[in-house]
């Protein structure tokens, strides 16, 4: 059996690899190449070689470590939120004895919805014209807030539908996991008194917890690449207070076809999410190499 | 494990918000998508005031919904399979310690990097790609794209569900003279379904509304797809239409959810299988 | 059996696509059937053009008028509707194809000098294309380059500049007219707002392109620009300062909207005044809110300046067509006054004195006289490749003004900085 299981593995793993080897090959050296030029998509002329140029203007460049910072920002206060709201999520639900199949469906539904829709079904909400959370305030007779263009609220206000959107992802992925804990686990816990709490932290969390880090890692991922709200609703504003990474990237590669500037900016992200990753990634290899012998 | 009745209040309680909270931004879109056209402007009242499927109609009749669904139906069940097929393929073996290879580590690292690689960029490489080789013309490059970004994504959720897997359960199977892909097919999967719907739904998501390759890649509206669609109807130089925008989403919604609905019967299938609780 | 339920799944899926394949590939078979089987026996093939257009009103005024020339040439017109970035960058990358994709696009005004700059565009005057003086000269002349002066790359398409919209009774309910400088448009707005939860006027501050389009304007009026005539950078002139001191004091007294939200605002009587395109406002003959020119002057005694922003969509045919003459041809027949009159219902906006002028579709969109005078005396944008470039960093600016976060002497100076840098 020994000999076949390798030949086993690469038949097993390789369409998988060929694929996504042959379609990012090129992209990937494609990016790395012309980040250290002046690539201009429009322009007859060759890029020039500029080597380091594109990066130490990227770092110099105050609207870049902005966007970078609120990015940060926004991805940890997202995914923290996220998983916490989709960790309930999942607990509640799978503790529900009745309907959980519709229960299932119905709190998915913010996750199917396409990206655009949901930014502009929120925009009307959050309008300060019509907007229905202005009309609330106003019957406690509170002053109406400008929501989606107040520096102290915009930043928030996309966070809030981030997390509207993405907790049902957590929850359905944990949820996932949690059919696969053994049950009678609980009944011992309970025989030997545990309480909710107790079940909680004593079986719940660790039979689950490489899920958890794994949903953490996806969303912190997707999280990084937050564009379609901010350029619906704030365009980057107030005061840049809602600009990120994807969205400074939109503006080189997509508005202008700064492809020299935008792939530096694009490699910056790359590692920085590489790096948080990264940790994982140490973790896996250890085990594997671990259950070796 | 009885129940108190204080605890079952304060679930009841916290299953209502979470409703609330979920589903007041899609019964808003819903009561919207329904409303005739001019009672869409100025202040919206809570409730609709009018019922009409204006918008609806308009969206078939006008603005080519019909076509996209159908191409957003092929290209996301095409590449869907496809990625499922690959990429449960691979995590399985990337997953299970008794597979060694010298590639294994590499394979590994590959399949995160291409995961956290930004669609933004690499769209255009892409393109560059698929225009050489003449391909642009038809949903291949969509679909293979679509295929990049499932794949990585199975692979690395489901590298978790088959450790979780008790190995015991393969070896003594193995030792029972089950060959490789017995294991695979007859002991692992089942017991990975949860997963798998999981993934499948979430995958079916991505590609569903998926937006940033596939209006990069479209040559044609023949070829266009819900999201883009979609786009096409709220642009910085003319007014929201709200009633389209609206129905496009509950239009968009409609398929997803069936798939959901179908996919979730697998949801608790792992558990029904009694050789987990071992 | 757990393995088949899978593999159902998986054959489900692909099942689905195969069948919507099926059923997708019906209706365009049914549509080349139909040419075809008459291609078939006459031996030449219908020529293929497509057209990058902006999605919305445009595809659908271009669809309305197609059948007559596909027929009477022998050829499919395909158009291809999109966001306006998505089109300026698929217009951009397919214009390195050596075949083009695209035969002709449309182009937003500001995108002009970079898409004549590097080649994106065909020049027409060197095809043989003689200028039409029945353009709008304003319109016309962003079509050439270099600006006004040089061969002609795109005709304009759509007519568009910006106009002052207001709310006839709330500016009745002050006894106040029509403002013809800013200095009226601030006292009415001051009489006005948070009179019975009214607004005075409305800002359209969103961060990026809304926010300098609706600040311009003023700038403008006060004598103010962001380049001079020798291309230094002025956005920190005192004019520049005095009209940002003018567009704070409107917020002030006023309110800080989204373009749905200004347009429904003015135009159910909940705000006064505002400025914006006039194609948010009129749809078919009717508009929602009273319009005039957007004011010139600072004051009563000051002098007027032209201050409206024109934002024609141009439409020209890709430098890679493989259908140059036919192309040209399109390009003709989409912006002849006969087309601009026939769409004229599906929402088409002149760039022709003659069809602004006609007086039977002048009886029916009352705007179009106002719209040609708002245009003979709009102004461009910088005329400059890097103008987006430049149009963030500035937004970004202003955008830190009007939050509060920079005062206006450090937001412009450092908006100066930002716009010297890119082109330096």
Redesign the interface.
């Given at each position: 059996m020994k000999k076949s299981n390798k030949l086993y593995a690469y038949l097993m793993s390789s369409p998988a690899m060929l694929v996504l080897t042959v379609l990012s090959i090129f992209p990937l050296l494609f990016v790395i190449y012309y980040s250290f030029t002046d690539y201009y998509y429009l322009s007859s002329g060759k890029p020039a070689f500029i080597a380091l140029e594109n990066y130490t203007d990227l770092f110099a460049d105050q609207y870049f470590r902005q966007a970078l910072w609120n990015t940060v920002k926004f991805t940890v206060l997202a995914v923290f939120f996220e998983v916490l709201v989709g960790l309930g999520m999942a607990v509640l639900i799978n503790s529900v004895k009745h309907h959980q199949k519709l229960l299932r469906t119905v709190t998915l539904l913010p996750d199917l919805l396409p990206p655009v829709t949901v930014a502009l079904m929120w925009q009307i909400m959050f309008s300060n014209n019509y907007g229905l959370f202005n009309n609330i305030l106003g019957l406690f007779g509170l002053d109406p807030v400008n929501w989606l263009q107040d520096v102290g609220t915009a930043f928030y206000c996309i966070l809030v539908i981030d997390i509207w959107q993405y907790a049902p992802f957590v929850f359905l992925l944990l949820y996932a996991a949690l059919q696969s804990v053994p049950q009678d686990q609980y009944e011992a816990a309970a025989i030997d008194g545990a309480n909710a709490w107790q079940r909680f932290t004593r079986i719940t969390l660790p039979s689950i917890s490489k899920n958890i880090i794994m949903v953490v890692l996806l969303r912190v991922i997707d999280t990084f690449r937050l564009f379609d709200k901010v350029n619906i609703l704030t365009k980057g504003g107030p005061a840049n207070s809602t600009a990120t990474i994807t969205q400074y990237i939109y503006q080189y590669v997509v508005k202008r076809n700064q492809i020299g500037y935008g792939s530096a900016a694009t490699v910056i992200m790359t590692v920085i999410v590489l790096i948080l990753a990264c940790g994982y990634i140490r973790e896996n290899f250890r085990k594997n190499s671990a259950q070796k012998g | 494990m009885k129940e108190s009745t204080g605890s079952k209040a304060a679930k009841g309680v916290t299953l209502a918000i979470l409703l609330i909270w979920t589903l007041f931004p899609i019964y808003w879109m819903f009561s919207l998508a329904i409303r005739k056209g001019d009672e869409l402007t100025g202040a919206l009242s809570f409730l609709p005031h009018s019922f009409s499927m204006e918008h609806f109609i308009d969206l078939f009749e006008n603005k080519g919904f019909g076509t996209a669904l159908v191409n957003s139906l092929q290209v996301t069940c095409i590449s869907l399979a496809i990625s499922l097929v690959f990429g449960l393929c691979c995590a399985y073996i990337l997953a299970r310690a008794r597979f060694q290879f010298k590639m294994k580590g590499p394979e590994l690292f590959w399949v995160l990097l291409i995961r956290v690689l930004p669609p933004i960029a690499f769209a255009l490489p892409l393109y560059i790609m698929f225009s050489n080789a003449g391909m642009l013309s038809t949903k291949v490059p969509i679909i293979l794209a679509h295929c990049l970004i499932n794949v990585p994504f199975i692979i690395w959720f489901m590298i978790t569900f088959f450790e979780n897997l008790p190995v015991s359960v393969e070896e003594s199977a193995a030792v029972d003279g089950a060959t490789e892909s017995q294991l695979f097919g007859r002991i692992v999967l089942p017991q990975v379904l949860p997963g798998i719907a999981a993934v499948g739904i979430l995958s079916f998501m991505t590609s569903w509304n998926e937006y940033l390759y596939g209006v990069i890649f479209v040559q044609s509206p023949s070829n266009f797809t819900i999201p883009l669609t979609l786009a096409t109807l709220n642009s910085e130089q003319e007014l929201a239409q709200w009633g389209n925008i609206a129905a496009g989403g509950i239009v968009s919604l409609i398929p997803i959810a069936i798939f959901v609905m179908i996919a979730q019967n697998f949801l608790i299938a792992g558990l029904s299988n009694g050789a987990v609780k071992e | 059996?757990?393995?088949r339920?899978?593999a159902l799944?998986?054959s489900g899926?692909?099942l689905?696509?195969?069948m919507?394949?099926c059923?997708?590939s019906k209706?365009?078979e049914q549509d080349t059937g139909a040419a075809g089987s008459d291609s078939a026996q006459s031996t030449t093939d219908p020529i293929k053009l497509?057209i990058a257009a902006?999605?919305?009103?445009h595809?659908?005024v271009i669809n309305s008028v197609l059948p007559a020339f596909e027929s009477e040439n022998n050829c499919k017109v395909?158009?291809?509707?999109?966001?306006?970035?998505?089109l300026?960058?698929?217009v951009?990358?397919d214009?390195?194809?050596a075949k083009g994709?695209y035969d002709l696009c449309m182009i937003d005004d500001p995108v002009m000098p970079?898409f004549c700059d590097?080649?994106?565009l065909l020049d027409l005057t060197a095809e043989g294309y003689k200028e039409d003086a029945d353009f709008v000269k304003a319109s016309l002349d962003i079509g050439k380059y270099p600006y006004a002066e040089g061969d002609v790359y795109a005709l304009p398409f759509a007519g568009n500049v910006t106009l002052l919209f207001y709310n006839q009774d709330v500016l009745d309910s002050v006894g106040a007219k029509a403002p013809d400088n800013w200095t009226d448009v601030l006292n009415i707005a001051k009489q006005v707002n948070g009179k019975d939860g009214k607004v005075g006027y409305v800002i359209r501050?969103?961060?990026?392109?809304?926010?300098v389009g609706d600040y311009m304007p003023i700038l403008w009026a006060y004598g103010g620009d962001i380049f001079d005539k020798d291309w230094n950078v002025t956005v920190d002139s005192a004019e520049a300062k005095a009209a940002l001191q003018m567009y704070m004091d409107l917020l002030a007294n006023g309110?800080?909207?989204?373009?749905?939200?200004i347009?429904?605002?003015v135009?159910?009587g909940?705000a006064a005044m505002s400025l914006g395109?006039p194609?948010?406002y009129i749809s078919g003959g009717a508009a929602t809110a009273s319009y005039a020119r957007i004011p010139g002057k600072v004051d009563a005694s000051s002098t007027d300046q032209p201050s409206g922003v024109i934002g024609n969509w141009m439409m020209g045919v890709t430098a890679n067509t493989q259908n140059k003459d036919l192309a040209i041809k399109l390009l003709e027949y989409l912006t002849s006054a006969e087309t601009q009159k026939s769409a004229a219902d599906v929402g088409a906006v002149p760039t022709r004195t003659s069809v602004f002028q006609d007086t039977e579709l002048s009886a029916k969109y009352p705007f179009y006289a106002t719209l040609l005078d708002a245009t003979e005396n709009s102004r461009v944008r910088p005329r400059t490749p890097l103008w987006?470039?430049i149009e963030?960093?500035y937004?970004?600016e202003l955008?830190?003004a009007?939050?509060?976060?920079?005062d206006i002497d450090t937001a412009l100076a450092d908006a100066k900085a930002q716009i010297e840098k890119i082109v330096k």
């Open positions: - | - | 059996m757990f393995k339920s899978l799944l998986l899926l692909m689905t696509g195969a919507a394949g059923g997708g209706p365009s497509t902006r999605g919305g009103t595809v659908d395909e158009v291809l509707g999109l966001e306006a970035d998505d300026k960058q698929k951009a990358l214009s390195k194809n994709a970079e590097t080649g994106v501050g969103q961060q990026g392109n809304p926010i309110a800080n909207y989204e373009k749905n939200d347009v429904s605002a135009s159910d909940k395109w194609s948010w987006s470039q963030e960093a937004g970004i955008s830190n009007i939050a509060g976060q920079k």
